[in-house]
C-alpha cells in the first residue's frame, strides 16, 4: 500500500474517484506480501498490484460494477497463477474500498512510509467504516492490538466482525559506494529483509537520498569528497533514519571540513566510523558492526550486552 500512496493521493486531490484493494486472507498460495495494493480508477487505470496482478482484473470488475466496500472472495486458477509467476493458485479474500471511506490521514502517513494499523469494522460482507492507529496511538486500539503491531511485521487478520491489517514498511538500505564491504553490507541487509540500492553517481544519489524515510539507511562507502560530500549533505537535509560512514577518522574529518565549507556544521547525525566496536576485521564482520548499529539506532538501545541487561529480554 505503501506504493499506490502519492497516486491515490494525487486522485482525491484532483476529485477523481479511486478504489483500493488488498488481499487480507489467502488460502493455497505459498506466499503474498501484505503490502501490497492495487488502485483503481473509472478510466481503467492501475496502480500497484494484488497477488502479483493475479487477481488485478477481477479487482477491476467489481471496481467498475460498483461492487466496494466490501470484503469480496476470489480464486486464482492454475493458469492466472502462473501467468502472474505465482507457483499455484489459490483462495483470496480482498477489502475493496472507496478511497475516499478510508481515514484522510492514511495516505500521507503512508507517504511517509509510517508503520499503520487499519481496524476495518464489519457487518457479514459489507464494510462499515475502518479506524487507522499509528505508533502514537495504537494503545487507543487495545492490548492485543497493540501487541500484534508491536512486532513490527505486516499481517491481517480476519475475525466475523473486523478485519485488522497492521503495516511496515521494509526499510531501504542505500550504499553511497562499492566494494567488499559494499557487498557485505548487501548480503547481511538482505537477511534483515531491508531493500538495497547501491548508488555510484553523485547526482543519482542526491536525488534517491532526499526520498528516504525515518525507516531507512544511508552508509556512505565511498572516500571520493566529490561523492561522498554531497550524499552526506543531502541526508542531513533529509529524514534518513540512519546515516553512516565509513573510513577513517581522517577520512571523517575531511568530510566534515567539506560540508563545513557549504555551512553544514551540525554532524551529530552521522555515524563515522560507523559501526560498534565489536572487533570487528574482515567485511562481513564489518557489515554487522554496522547494521547492528542502525538498529540500534533506530531501536534506541544501548546495544550492550543483553547479560547486562536488567528485566525480561523478549
Partial sequence: ????????????????QVDVAWAVETHGFSSRAPAEALAITPGGTRIGRVLSGSLDDQLADLSEQGATGRLVDLRVGEVDA??????CGGDARCLLLPAVDLPADLWPRLRDREPICLVTR?????VLGTDLFSSETIADAGPEIANIFGRGASRTLVSTDSVLTVLWPVPKLVLVGSGEVADALAAAAGLLGW???????TSAAGREIAGLAAVDKLIVISHDLDTAGPALAAALDGQVGYIGALGSRRT???RADWLAQRGITDLTRIHGPAGLDIGAGPPAEIAVSILAEALAVRTGAT??????RPGSIH
Fill in 303 to 308: 546495544a550492550t550486552s543483553l547479560r547486562e
Fill in 122 to 126: 464489519l457487518d457479514g460482507a459489507q
Fill in 82 to 87: 502462473i501467468a502472474a509467476g505465482l507457483a
Fill in 252 to 254: 571523517q574529518q575531511s
Fill in 1 to 16: 500500500m505503501y506504493e499506490i500512496a502519492l497516486s491515490v493521493t494525487e486522485c482525491l486531490r484532483a476529485g477523481t
Fill in 195 to 201: 531493500n538495497t540500492q547501491t548508488l555510484a553517481e
